[in-house]
Structures are given as C-alpha cells and as structure tokens.
C-alpha cells in the first residue's frame, strides 16, 4: 500500500524526491509576496517590486570529483569515472555501501587539487564537502606542536566545502570496519576454507606468484636462499589447504615452490582469478581482505615476507641511531597499494602511500612507520626503535586517522566530472567527502532573486523570532529555523538562469535554501510568516525532520538525521 506524498513530489525507495507534480494556477498581477508574524512591519510586494529590490546571483552546483581521481570501493579501488551502479564503496563509517545514482556532468571553472600527508592528491570542485578538523597553527617560532595543540581538546570534525580549507587541517581516514561473515569461498565447483593457511598461500602468491605453464595447472613461487624455511612452510600449506603436489628445490639464487598438479584442475586460473594476472594488476582478493583481521593479518605478513623491505632486518650493522623501524612493500599495481592502505587501516596501522618511491619508477610503495605500528601487522616482530623521536604526522583515533594537509592548489579545468549517490552518502575519495546527496532535480543553474537577509531588514524581525513558515499557492506549508534562512546565499528565487522561474519549478517565487533539502523549499510562495516557536505541518507531522539539512542527513526525527526503514513517512517499502 502506497502512502500519500508531499505536494510537489513523487515516491522513491527510500525518500521522496522534490519534483514538481500538481502545478496551481498563478495570476501574476493579482499575486502578492506577503510577510507577517513577529515582524515590524508587514510587506505586500508584487513581482515587480521584488525585482526592483536588490538581487543576490548564486550558482549552486553538484559537488563533484576530477577524473582519475580514486574511491576507495571495495573489494578494487576504482577511478570515479568507473564507478557503475550497484558497486560498493567504503563510506565513513568504514564500511561499504551500495552506489545508487550516478552522476556526470561538464565543468568550466577552478579545481581543487589536495594533498593530505600519506594519501594520493586529489582534485576536486570547490564545493565539495570534506570531513575535517580545523588545525591549530602552533606555537613558537617554528610553529610546533601544532598536531598536539590542535587535538588536545578533542574537537569536532565538521563537513567543512573544499574552498574553504587550509593547508594544516587534518582529513580523516576511517579504519575499515568491514566484516563478512562467511567462512567459505567457492569457486569452480570446489569450495575451500577461508583460514589462516589459504591467506599465506595467497599472500604469498601475490609476492612471489607466477603460472609455470599456459594451461593454468603448474604454479611456482620464487623464494631467494635465505627463506628455506618459508619455502618448506608455503610448499606445507600448499598441499593442505589445495591437496597439491608439491616440489621445492634449489635453481641458481632461488628457492623454488612449484605445484604440479592439484585437487583443483586449473588452479592457475583461480589464482588468477583471485589474485590478478600480472605484476600491475596484483589484487588483495575480496574474501580475504572482507575477513578477520587475524586472518588479513597473515595474508599481509606473508605479502612482507616476500615483497617487503624492512631495514632493521636488512642493514642490522647500521647504528641503533641511524636505524629506522619502517615496513615497505613496493608494487606495480596501483590497485593493490590502494588496498593495502585500506587493509592495514584494518588492522590499526595507518599506511604511507608513495607513488613514485625513490629511483622504482611506475610503482607504488607503501610504507607502515613505528614499532607500534608495525606490531599490529606483524605481533611477534623483533625490532628497535629508531631513536624516541616522534616522526609521525597523523593522529590516531578510535575510529581512524587524521591527516594534516600539505599542499592546496587551484586549477583552471574544463571537462567532466564525477559524483553518485551512495547508502551512507559517504565516500573515501581518498578522504572522508560527502557524495552528492542533494536532490535538486535540475543541474547547472544560475539562481537570481532577494536575498532573505534583505526581506528580514525591511520587514522588521522581532528577536525573538525562532522559525519561519512558507506559505505557497497551493496550499503547502513547510517550517524552516530562522538560522537557516538568514545564512548568506539563502534567497527568494525570482528567476533560473537569468528567466523567471518556469511554472513547474515555482513561479513567480520560491525560497531557495541550497543546505536544507528540496521538500524545504517550497513551489509557489506566496507569503512568509515569522514565528517564536516551531509547528509542525503536515510532513513534519508524518516523521519528517523539522530542520532537513542535507549535510547531517536529517530526513527524519528521532534518528539522528539518519535513515531508517519506515513506511508511512513518503516512502515505499524496501
């Protein structure tokens, strides 16, 4: 059973979206802008004298991200622009959500191009929203302690516009917290266990994996002298967990692991599969990095143990002084390193990615810094601290890391770009960003019209004045707190790019309040009053929230402002 709609909307899945329905008939010469209430002085206006007052031009703009630029989709980081419907995406929470609208369109004017301490750059358009804490400058000559100084009274991230950061604010970067529950994969008509074992076979083959031969049957995993033992562990693994026949021998500066035949007829293929073809489209498979953290924890220490490099292990006559406690694993495959940052956030390490690592050209490394953190990674690790000096840049919290920012450049940019709506409208993109979660129906417009700082100054508000009320032609009333329209680019629109507004989108007027969602506001004004206290009208009298910021996902009361399963509040059921 349907439930009624607002006027002026239609049924979606999870709320309704404002578009226009009934259209009332509107007589420009008889029709009148009034205001009233707690006011001053009450105004009649007509449309020509609204025109003649002075008008407020803004753009508001779906807020979007360059091409190329990466989201953090699970299980394979992917360019938005690849980004398809139905995909899943990390939000802020940490974990995925499905992706449910696409959104493309062209762009003419500045970029944003960002860039966090230990995450890629990023480019994206000046209103696009971030989660972010406000740095402190420091202290002294040097402006130090500033990481200390800005945390030290644990203050409140904010969705703060792209345009509006400086270079010493903090981006955040969520731990994963994504879990699935199953304990088996299949996959060729053979299921296998996901455990310990097959996450070192698998870590392994992403290091040290290669196909013997081109029918898939023959695996070899190329150990150097030193690793006997691994060699003799992996070949173990090997026929336990696939029922492998294995061979470890000796050739030139290697220790060789080949299987030759198994249970599983083409075994290359499935590893292949799982674990991608080459060097530079080596993957973390979705199984493995969506299990416990004990098992990804293998998965990567045999990873280390055959791509890493750690110098305490490697450079042991070096100085305690000069000695530095880091792990590095190096790889071609853009989208393994991007994994990699998401699995050790997994696990509690924050991660270092590096493009362009030293002389290793067309490769990424990623870098984990401190005995603590390597722990986390590695528990029975044997090493030193470097020297007690703190050389961190981030700062740790229970639910992620904050990055400060380095560098923010402008850029001149004409083309496409990028934006979906996702469950969460949450991104990692490669921070924390709100996706497009706005509604507004119609993209790229040019809004002209009063500002209502202007009408609230000639109508003479009374201060102790708490909400407004729109009143429109056909009998649709929805409460608004004065805050919100009082902030600067709020505005009774008179006209969409530089014509009056069209029939169906409101004429002669309608408020426009880019931060509150589209049910706010509201087609065919005809008078504002000004009120001391809230009352509810008919959606906010059916569950919808009294305020419906957009940032804050406040669609309903009572949730915080996020979305729950409900029938009878617009929606159809899911």
């Known amino acids: 059973m349907q439930t009624a709609t607002p006027p002026g909307q239609t049924f979606a899945k999870r709320w309704a979206i404002y578009t226009a329905l009934g259209v009332p008939k509107v007589d420009l010469k008889s029709w009148r802008l009034c205001t009233k209430g707690l006011v001053e002085r009450e105004l009649n206006l007509s449309y020509e004298e609204l025109q003649k007052l002075p008008q407020?031009?803004?753009?508001?703009?779906?807020?979007?991200?360059?091409?190329?630029?990466?989201?953090?989709?699970?299980p394979q980081p992917k360019p938005v622009e690849d980004i398809k419907v139905g995909d899943q995406i990390i939000g802020l929470d940490g974990r995925r959500h499905f992706v449910r609208r696409l959104i493309q369109k062209q762009h003419d004017g500045k970029l944003l191009r960002i860039k966090a301490s230990y995450l890629p750059a990023v480019s994206v358009t000046p209103d696009h929203k971030v989660w972010a804490v406000r740095g402190h400058p420091g202290e002294g000559r040097w402006r130090s302690h500033r990481r200390e100084l800005t945390f030290r009274e644990s203050p409140r991230p904010a969705w703060i516009p792209a345009s509006e950061l400086n270079v010493g604010d903090y981006v955040f970067f969520p731990k994963c917290r994504q879990l699935d529950k199953r304990r088996t994969?299949?996959?060729?008509?053979?299921?296998?266990?996901?455990?310990?074992?097959?996450?070192?076979?698998?870590?392994?083959?992403?290091?040290?994996?290669?196909?013997?031969?081109?029918?898939?049957?023959?695996?070899?995993?190329?150990?150097?002298?030193?690793?006997?033992?691994?060699?003799?562990?992996?070949?173990?693994?090997?026929?336990?967990?696939?029922?492998?026949?294995?061979?470890?021998?000796?050739?030139?500066?290697?220790?060789?692991?080949?299987?030759?035949?198994?249970?599983?007829?083409?075994?290359?293929?499935?590893?292949?599969?799982?674990?991608?073809?080459?060097?530079?489209?080596?993957?973390?498979?979705?199984?493995?990095?969506?299990?416990?953290?004990r098992i990804l924890q293998t998965f990567i220490s045999a990873l280390i143990e055959g791509d890493g490099y750690c110098p305490w292990r490697f450079n042991s006559n070096r100085s305690k002084a000069s000695r530095e406690d880091f792990l590095d694993i190096t790889t071609a495959s853009k989208k393994l390193a991007h994994q990699l940052v998401l699995a050790l956030s997994k696990l509690g390490a924050p991660a270092d990615l590096v493009d362009h690592p030293g002389s290793v050209r067309n490769s990424f490394?990623?870098?984990?810094?401190?005995?603590?953190?390597?722990?986390?990674?590695?528990?029975?690790?044997?090493?030193?601290?470097?020297?007690?000096?703190?050389?961190?840049?981030?700062?740790?919290?229970?639910?992620?890391?904050?990055?400060?920012?380095r560098k923010i450049r402008s850029l001149s940019y004409k083309g496409p770009v990028y934006d979906f709506t996702a469950d969460g409208f949450t991104m990692l993109s490669p921070f924390a960003t709100l996706d497009c979660v706005t509604t507004w129906s119609i993209k790229d417009v040019v809004w002209e019209g009063v500002a209502f700082r202007e009408l609230a100054k000639l109508t003479g508000v009374r201060p102790e004045v708490k909400w407004v009320m729109f009143h429109c032609a056909d009998g649709y009333t929805a409460p608004v707190p004065l805050e919100d329209v009082m902030v600067e680019d709020s505005l009774v629109a008179l006209k969409m790019n530089g014509k009056p507004i069209p029939v169906q989108q409101g004429f002669p007027a309608r408020p426009f309040i880019p931060h509150l969602y589209g049910w706010k506001s509201a087609k065919w004004l005809t008078e504002i009053e000004f009120l001391a206290e809230y009352k509810d009208r008919y959606w906010e009298a059916y569950g919808y929230h009294e305020r419906g910021n957009i940032w804050d996902e406040e669609r309903f009361k009572g949730q915080g402002g996020k979305h729950v399963r409900h029938r009878g509040l617009g929606t159809l059921p899911i």
């Open 185 to 293: 994969i299949t996959s060729e008509g053979h299921r296998f266990r996901i455990d310990n074992s097959l996450a070192f076979i698998l870590g392994w083959y992403v290091a040290e994996g290669s196909g013997g031969d081109s029918k898939g049957r023959v695996i070899r995993f190329a150990l150097n002298t030193s690793q006997s033992s691994q060699a003799r562990k992996l070949a173990t693994a090997l026929k336990r967990s696939l029922e492998a026949n294995v061979s470890v021998y000796r050739e030139r500066n290697m220790n060789l692991v080949t299987v030759t035949s198994s249970r599983i007829k083409n075994l290359g293929c499935l590893l292949k599969d799982w674990c991608g073809e080459n060097a530079f489209s080596k993957q973390i498979p979705d199984f493995i990095l969506n299990a416990k953290p």
């Open 56 to 74: 407020l031009t803004l753009t508001r703009d779906f807020h979007c991200l360059a091409p190329q630029s990466v989201v953090f989709a699970n």
């Open 365 to 405: 490394s990623v870098r984990v810094r401190g005995f603590d953190q390597i722990r986390r990674v590695i528990p029975n690790v044997k090493t030193q601290c470097a020297n007690g000096v703190d050389r961190k840049h981030y700062w740790t919290t229970s639910d992620g890391f904050y990055y400060p920012i």
